[in-house]
């Protein structure tokens, strides 16, 4: 029942989360939840981007059982199949000639880190500086809390990791002013996705990969949320025509098992040595075997081409729905299936709320903007489903 599982939570677990949204999942199967009570949810938040499958994808099942039946786990003291084809997979669908797995977002960008320090460190060079910008999010341990342009993350941990800073996004201007002979790397994302969807222009991109060009510096994308297809091309960068020296990426990446991957071009990935960086479950049999499953699975659905497709017909829709409320709706933006609906603020909470009454899962971002990340396996007819129960919200509201 659900109220025992509260008290139970309430008793037991830390309170990072606050009350939580009162449901309790039992079982999926594709964009639908099943709560214990037997109510049935649609999932157009991908567990925040990750369910890029669905759920209980069927092939996925298999694939995951099979690997569950041979070995879960063993370390990185043996050589791994799963995690040098996986490895392979990302190398050869883009512009990076290495990767590096470990278990989450945040994990890949303190690798990132890592290695944009390490390479300097190793050609004598002393930089260390990592810029990266307001509003971001690059996760939840010390360094990527400095990375993460926001206050309320930042502030309870200080002093913060030193060596980075943040400046205003999409403003080359401040950028280029805020580089110095000690900055080492740029950390971006392309698309600002915590933050509410708040996309950076292919321009300031552009200019971003030549400013870093020109000084040497290394550019970092963080594509913890961006890549594996969300946007409709496999990869952020490649939709916006850059080639970062590192991309980080994990949340889709397997399909709802932790795992996390740091990808760079060869030069930069040299600067990692035998025991410069390591990790005890980063890339083990299981997690990869995940990760291989997704990819296959992408191929054989063609989901990449999906998100674009099914993101264009969404955000058409969306579009029309902006028009029919403009006192209500304040901007639609959105890039393939990362989907971000801007609300004046005293509609937004109302409208996530409702959404949830109607059994529609969303997020809600800094107070005004209601995030979609719907699973990639979507079809018209479901994103219609979403696009008619928040018409039927605005009508109501
Ligand atoms: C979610 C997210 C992270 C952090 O990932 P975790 O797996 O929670 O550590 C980092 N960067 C971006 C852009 C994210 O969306």
Redesign the pocket.
Known sequence: MLKDIIELDKKYYMNTFGDRLPVCFERGKGLKLYADNGDVYYDFLGG??VNALGHSHPDFIDALKKQLDKLIHTSSLYYIENQAKLAQKLVENTCADKAFFCN????A?EAAFKLAKIYFYKKGEDRYEIISLDH?????TLA?VAATGQKHYQDPYRPLTPGFKQVAPNSFDALKSAVTDKTAAIMI?LVQ??SGVHPMDKEYAEKVRELCNEKGILLIV?E???GMGRLGKLFAHQLYGIEPDIF?C??ALGGGVPI?AMCAKADVASAFEPGDHGTTFGGNPLATAAGLAVFDIYEKENLVENSAEVGKYLKDKLLKTAEKYPEKIVEIRSMGLLIGIELKPEFAGPVFNRLFERKILTSLCKGVTIRIAPPLIITKEEADIFVNELDGVLAEL
Do not use: L
Request: charged share 25%.
């Open positions: 925040i981007a989450s977002g945040a994990e960008n971001s999010f690059h996760g939840r990527t994302e996705g915590e963080d913890v949320q961006t980080t994990a949340k996390g």
